[in-house]
């Protein structure tokens, strides 16, 4: 429950109100890096988190500390909880695939980080079983619920025909999978367990974000470096999309310091063009903690205009689409079967290493 006499946006509960029946009984699996923004979320939303598990205890007991949640020693208890609905999955990517297949299978709505699983084959299983279950399955793409990138999706009518656009990630500094806090021994930089190296982590995050943007591309070329130990270390790639516009996918890795706008070491930078004018949105942080940009250069010249005034924790938005989502039967954000269909683009760009042509992109979803 939330803390008396703190401001929530959610209004889910306040303090002092009972639960709402219709609120979802939520448990939370894997309680590492990314547990901490969703709890956050939750909390800044007023949702209740009831149940937590980790194979670290301690991180479990911390969680449940922090959210006033009961510890369950295993998933399967977790699972088995007839209070619990939903459960959230925030386990390292090779785990993905049994806990949300283990998840649909007891009855649950799932809410799963991302990627789906670490192979197209698996997701497009879970893509299938979750849309048989009729239960809601929402991803972790956040950034469809960040202010500038959701802002840039809502105007883009008002630039059609929309002619071209680009999308660019640069991390400077320390590279993602050698940052602080990471060990060597993370699953994090272990190419198999994660399925991927920058390209997986990172690059699904902006695949999401496009298609959400324009839909299916039906082909890609583009290259594909890797580094010693396998990581996709720089990307670069062009979409083409069945109506015949192009986007552009770029990102890089420099060991530079604070190239980012604010001096960050993480910039997205989302540029869309169109007949009409042109939207751009600038994330400096993948927590959204550094408030992100989104402007609006119109056609008539009376620009470039700031296209939001507020700022909203991305994570609180998330898990209020889940709940609502849930409420509604029907998923708000980024479905099981979006990502199946950003780990099969992601699947066909590894092949861009080894291919100089155009692959087209043939979707089993
Ligand atoms: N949306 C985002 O921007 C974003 C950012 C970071 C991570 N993620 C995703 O979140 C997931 C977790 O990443 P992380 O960085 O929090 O990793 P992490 O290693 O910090 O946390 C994973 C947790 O799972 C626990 N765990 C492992 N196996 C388990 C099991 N079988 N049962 C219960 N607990 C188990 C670990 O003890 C650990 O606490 C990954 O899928 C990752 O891709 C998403």
């Not at 007839?82 to 959230?88: E, K, N, S």
């Not at 999955?89 to 809410?111: C, E, R, S, T, W």
């Not at 939207?279 to 009376?302: Q, V």
Request: hydrophobic residues 40%; glycine residues 10%; proline residues 5%.
């Amino acid at each position: 429950m939330p803390a008396a006499g703190r401001h929530h946006r959610g209004h889910i509960v306040s303090a002092g109100q009972t639960l709402d029946p219709n609120v979802p009984g939520i448990g939370l699996t894997g309680c590492g890096i990314i547990s901490q923004c969703l709890l956050e979320g939750a909390e800044l939303a007023g949702i209740p988190i009831r149940a937590v598990c980790d194979v670290d205890r301690e991180k479990a007991a911390r969680a449940a500390q922090r959210v006033g949640a009961r510890v369950r020693e295993t998933y399967e208890e977790l699972l088995a909880d007839p209070d619990i609905q939903a459960v959230i999955i925030a386990l390292p990517n090779d785990a993905h695939y049994f806990a949300a297949l283990q998840a649909l299978d007891a009855g649950k709505h799932v809410f799963c980080e991302k990627p789906l699983t670490t192979s197209a084959a698996q997701s497009l299983e879970v893509a299938r079983r979750a849309e048989a279950s009729g239960l809601v399955f929402q991803m972790g793409y956040m950034k469809r619920f960040n202010p500038a990138f959701s802002a840039v999706k809502q105007r883009l009518h008002q630039i059609a025909p929309v002619t071209t656009a680009s999308f660019r990630l640069t991390v400077s500094g320390d590279p993602v999978l050698e940052g602080p806090g990471r060990e060597p021994s993370s699953w994090h930089a272990d190419i198999k367990r994660a399925g991927g190296g920058f390209l997986v982590h990172s690059g699904s995050h902006l695949l999401d974000l496009m298609m959400f943007y324009f839909g299916l591309p039906e082909a890609v070329w583009g290259s594909l470096r890797r580094d010693a130990s396998g990581n996709e270390y720089t990307n670069s790639f062009m979409f083409r999309f069945p109506d015949g516009l192009y986007v552009s996918l770029q990102m890089v890795q420099t060991r530079a310091r604070g190239l980012g706008y604010a001096g960050s070491t993480w910039e997205e930078i989302v540029e869309v063009n169109g007949v009409n004018g042109r939207l751009a949105a600038r994330g400096a942080d993948w927590m959204g903690k550094i408030p992100p940009r989104a402007t609006f250069h119109p056609a008539d010249g009376e620009g470039p205009r700031e296209l939001f005034t507020f700022w909203e924790s991305q994570w609180a938005e998330e898990m209020k689409a889940f709940v609502t989502g849930i409420a509604e039967g029907r998923c708000l954000g980024s479905t099981a079967a979006d990502g199946y269909r950003v780990d099969y683009v992601l699947e066909q760009l590894k092949r861009l290493e080894n291919e100089s042509g155009a692959l087209e992109l043939r979707y089993e979803l």
